[in-house]
């Protein structure tokens, strides 16, 4: 990709957003779940950093790349499309924004974990990301509280992994310190059971939504089915 780069460009700046360890596992858990797959534990949800960025410290060079951490404290005015403008010297007004790959309510991700993890088969394939395409555009509009990895999560990253951000920190001076704060209107999941829990206490919001919003469109019956077994 350089060498290719190379013969339109002078110079090559690589920019990268980098997650926090936990909110790059819930970001990663929620795109897999509406891809079709229910997976909740902690070592199959991580992402090497290194994996991540050592390809572009090797082939563009350390002083070529810049590494930032997405958050709201680390982003020009909170937003990464300010902050990517700022960098590129580019007029944000001049940028077209288009949201994509919103994240489900807590309720909406409780049902379809649910479903996929106890009726539909768990793997990531073209059927299953149609079912779960069908199912994630019902839920659309269903809760309103944010799913939030609890701090067993947390511990994982300390414990697990922090041969990993130590890496971040030597190599590219990426500080990774990440802490668990509960917040309003957000559901702590820690384990399967949790969402399993939090699925039975929202099924007959779950019921009525279905009563009122699907139009045909989803055959439901196995959804109800696996989550009426729990409930």
């Known amino acids: 990709m350089r060498d290719f780069l190379q013969k339109y460009f002078l110079s090559i700046k690589i920019i990268c957003y980098l997650r926090s360890p936990v909110a790059f596992m819930q970001s990663l858990f929620q795109q897999r779940l509406k891809g079709g797959v229910a997976e909740l534990k902690p070592e199959r949800l991580y992402s090497s950093y290194r994996n991540l960025v050592e390809k572009f410290v090797k082939v563009f060079g350390v002083e070529h790349s810049t590494f930032v951490q997405f958050s709201k404290e680390s982003l020009i005015d909170g937003d990464v499309v300010a902050d990517v403008a700022s960098r590129i010297n580019e007029d944000k007004n001049n940028i077209k924004v288009k949201r994509a790959n919103e994240g489900l309510s807590a309720e909406a991700a409780a049902v379809l974990f649910v479903y996929l993890r106890f009726s ?25 509280n944010k799913l939030l990895f609890g701090e067993k999560y947390y511990s994982f990253v300390e414990h697990e992994r922090c041969h990993d951000l130590k890496w971040l920190k030597k190599h590219v001076g990426c500080t990774m310190d990440e802490k668990f704060v509960a917040k309003k209107n957000t559901v702590i999941v820690n384990s399967a059971e949790d969402l399993v829990c939090y699925c039975k206490s929202v099924y007959p919001d779950f019921i009525r939504h279905l009563a009122e919003n699907n139009k045909g469109n989803v055959k439901v019956i196995d959804v109800v089915r696996a989550v009426d077994a729990f409930c």
């Open 120 to 144: 539909a088969p768990n793997v990531m394939d073209r059927e299953a990301y149609k079912r779960s395409k069908k199912l994630v555009a019902l839920l659309k509009g269903f809760g309103e």
